[in-house]
């Protein structure tokens, strides 16, 4: 079945943005638009298309980043037909982080929605910067501006100031908060106005006069913004020349793409303002095409190769969510980057080294599937019931393979202990926590030795309360829920070396391995690094990577309380080996005992995850939530004021933030309230560290 519509034509976005802000609403605005739905779905009434599991209903709450296509011919400037527009809608809650991550790992563009009330929030800046990392272009929307509070200018200067200085509207809105009806578009200077708020159609018509004067200004600014990115169109703006329709749509494209610029467009998700949005998304954002071609190593070579997104090019594809379905078993949604994939054919799984068979393909609608044949490059599905690939892994062409660069996903902070309430349920709590594993990469599952039980880890409370959850309504599975504990990590300040010798003498042979390890401090965030120093012999190569396994392994187990250990680099620089007694297990546990020693004398200290925390409150409650702050050793970095209330930001430790949401509540008659997302690492102040050390703290 030869391609529906050319690859130039197919958009692969993104909605991005702080929780709340109204992402799913938006796409609700687009489905119904677009003619997928009859009625746009509200998250209040939880019946929306793209929040479909049960806890994102209840809770209000995007959990899962759901992917859905729609079509849209542009209806304000012509751009050449229909395009296929593949919209993922993720997560704004920052447990949830890991979501936003793989998606923009697979998108070509995005959409980042600001709430009109708030403007910048904390998790805009996050999700804004975690784009900035992956190179991907994007529009804004200022939404809610028709709502009371709401205020796309004061919106739009907080995107200049914490964000970008190069977010310039390409829309301004016609009246204010609840008198909205409609947009100026600064390309074609026309007014889009609507009647009344249920309509379906925007009217053009010309600028009303009393906003003129602010159109003639924002369009000057938009125009010389816009051809810095072509030197001929430059060049004619200089000569004072008018700039044409079709050379600015050109000339903002460009600069989009060069991430020179940001357009910046205003609505309310619902209404049909959502049409000029997405005008912007096909004329603004890239195609598979505007990209360069994707990079990888070939498995053999270990050579870089590329791949050119055409459909004649060696298939390659990347994995990047793994879902559970209760009818179909495993998802595996994946992003054509070059090839075609057809149904019944297999593929390698080059980050494994594996083969698969392609059973069947879907192209998904949130969690409604469609049968496909075959994907071509530059598409978006998902294969049902793949055995061995899981989130980042490459799947590629058998005969021309080629390993794309994976996904790095943060370490989880928090974790608590669960049990099954019977004891009959404990494989079937294995089998679930397994699978909950493969979806999720920051939820890790492990064992506590001493005390024989489950310890799940994950991004926060919240993260860790939806995955119990989860157990008892997809695998019928209820479990008992410890107190939450912080996921501590250990490190050193100084260097030091150890020596480590094994000798072990019984009947027949013997043991022998004996080491010296010099350890220091790397900088944070760069992880273990293990150095072999060893010259002319001294220890044979058979048994130096066991040294290294050795220490490897005395890394899960810190001296200071026990907790792994972090950003350290051990050198193998000296050691002696017996002819007949040596043997790799030896120098392994040689190893772990020199590298053991050598930390206990390299001023080991305890590490805490740090949180950034904003919390807002009213100004006659500021004295009482500051003075908290500092109670939990938070340090506040500035406060700020918005409409009525007073925000604060601040860094506090984890260990002292759990029930909060609690706290804040009724110190603030549950006026208050606060998000917190991951900042960084610090050490535990002594007299702490010796209570966790001693297991006196909670």
Sequence with gaps: MPREYPIEKVRNIGIIAHIDAGKTTTTEGILYLTGHTHKIGAVHDGNT???WMEQ???RGITITSAATTCFWKPKHYDSSGTHRVNIIDTPGHIDFTVEVQRSLRVLDGAVVLFDGKMGVEPQSETVWHQADGFGVPRICFINKINQTGGDFWKSLNSIRERLSPHAIPIQIPVGFEKEIRGVVDLVKMKAYTYKNYSDKELVEEDIPEELKKEAKKWRAELVEKAVESEDALMEKYLRGEEIGEEELVRAIRKSTLEKKMFPVLGGDGRGVMVETLLDAVVNYLPGPTDLPPVKGKNPKTEKEETREPLDEEPFSALAFKIATDPFVGTLTFFRVYSGIIKKGSYILNASKNSQERVGRIVRLHANQREDVDEVYAGEIAAIVGLKNTTTGDTLADPERAILLESISFPEPVISVSVEPKTKADQEKMSIALHRLSEEDPTFKVGGNQETGETVISGMGELHLEILVDRMKREFSVEANVGRPQVAYKETIKSKAEAEGKYIKQSGGRGQYGHVWIRVEPKEHGTG????????GGVIPQEYIPAVGKGIKEALDKGVVAGYPMIDIEATLYDGSFHEVDSSEMAFKIAGSMAFQEATRRANPILLEPVMKVQIIVPENFLGDVTGDVSAKRGRILDMGERES????????????????STTIRSMTQGR???????????????????????????
């Design 528 to 535: 273990f690094e293990f150095i072999n120093k060893i010259r």
């Design 56 to 58: 994102e209903r209840e």
């Design 49 to 51: 298309q793209m929040d």
């Design 672 to 698: 208050g309230s606060f998000t917190m997302e991951f900042g960084h690492y610090a050490e535990v102040p002594k007299n702490i560290a010796v209570e966790i050390a001693e297991g006196r703290r909670r």
């Design 645 to 660: 209330v007073r925000l604060i930001n601040a860094e506090i430790p984890l260990s002292e933030m759990f029930g909060y």
